[in-house]
């Protein structure tokens, strides 16, 4: 047990599987209070069963981009905690259509994931890190929020780049606020999210390929970019896109 983030309070979105599990256990692990927002019951309840103190979690089961689940949801924190001093806005979503396929309803509940919820869930907390004059947001975006490519879902891709330009924004506009915010990338990385496309070995090879470190991504790697932009040790970090993708991205 470490003490990065002791008696602070953090709220992860898609918490319970992937690099959303690798942060509530890495940011319970370093001393936080962690709320943990999933849609799956299941995987909330194992992950529960993995954290030894029960009074240092709340597990909450909704849909990000439901404004009044957002609202209980931050008001059971408050009662519970009092303050909220970090938010992991790391719900998200794909497609495997193309863009000739995909339907309108296809990139509005990709959009709704993957952007609206970030505005839904930073516009829930920030009249609380307001308050205390402090606060850690940070946005799980991704390599393709910054960078297209020649095959992928273009609503995700184009969500991405929504959510890190919303997250300059917050920055420039609630930095006088000691609030920073700050986007993470991450680079082919292996989650349930990914199984089923990186199970393809011809994609999985192109990927190993693509990436000069020669390996992929493990939910830990991106968690540890998050404790750091969580800590008081990035104090002064803020509206920063903190690129971890093995060097994929630079060339």
């Known amino acids: 047990m470490g003490s990065r983030l002791e008696n602070k309070v953090a709220i992860v979105t898609g918490g319970a599987s992937g690099i959303g599990e690798a942060i509530?256990?890495?940011?319970?692990?370093?001393?936080?209070?962690?709320?943990?927002?999933d849609t799956n019951n299941e995987k909330l309840r194992l992950?529960?069963?993995?954290?030894?103190?029960?009074?240092?979690?709340?597990?909450?089961?909704?849909?990000?981009?439901?404004?009044?689940?957002?609202k209980e949801c931050v008001d059971t924190v408050l009662k519970?905690?009092?303050?909220?001093?970090?938010?992991?806005?790391?719900?998200?979503?794909?497609?495997?259509?193309?863009?000739?396929?995909?339907?309108r309803s296809d990139w509005d509940r990709?959009?709704?994931?993957?952007?609206?919820?970030?505005?839904?869930?930073?516009?829930?907390v920030i009249s609380n890190m307001k308050?205390?004059?402090?606060?850690?947001?940070?946005?799980i975006s991704s390599i393709f929020g910054i960078i297209g490519s020649a095959r992928g879902s273009t609503a995700y891709h184009a969500s991405k780049g929504a959510s890190r330009i919303f997250t300059k924004t917050i920055a420039a506009q609630y930095g006088k606020y000691n609030i920073r915010s700050n986007s993470i990338h991450?680079?082919?990385?292996?989650?349930?999210?990914?199984?089923?496309?990186?199970?393809?070995?011809?994609?999985?090879?192109?990927?190993?390929?693509?990436?000069?470190?020669?390996?992929?991504?493990?939910?830990?790697?991106i968690a540890y970019g998050a404790l750091y932009?969580?800590?008081?040790?990035?104090?002064?970090?803020?509206?920063?896109?903190?690129?971890?993708?093995?060097?994929?991205?630079c060339w």
Do not use: Y
Not at 231 to 246: Q, R, Y
């Open 186 to 221: 991450p680079g082919f990385t292996d989650t349930p999210m990914t199984e089923d496309i990186h199970s393809i070995e011809q994609i999985r090879k192109e990927r190993l390929d693509m990436t000069p470190m020669g390996r992929l991504g493990t939910p830990e790697d």
């Open 47 to 70: 992950l529960e069963e993995k954290i030894s103190s029960k009074e240092k979690i709340i597990t909450k089961n909704f849909d990000v981009s439901d404004e009044k689940s957002w």
């Open 229 to 249: 932009l969580a800590s008081d040790e990035s104090s002064w970090v803020n509206g920063s896109e903190l690129v971890i993708d093995g060097g994929e991205t």
């Open 110 to 124: 990709v959009f709704a994931v993957n952007s609206t919820s970030v505005m839904i869930g930073t516009q829930s």
């Open 131 to 139: 308050k205390n004059k402090s606060g850690s947001i940070i946005n």
């Open 24 to 37: 509530s256990k890495m940011f319970f692990d370093e001393g936080s209070n962690v709320c943990i927002i």
């Open 80 to 103: 519970k905690w009092g303050k909220i001093d970090i938010l992991i806005n790391n719900a998200g979503m794909s497609l495997r259509s193309t863009f000739e396929e995909m339907e």
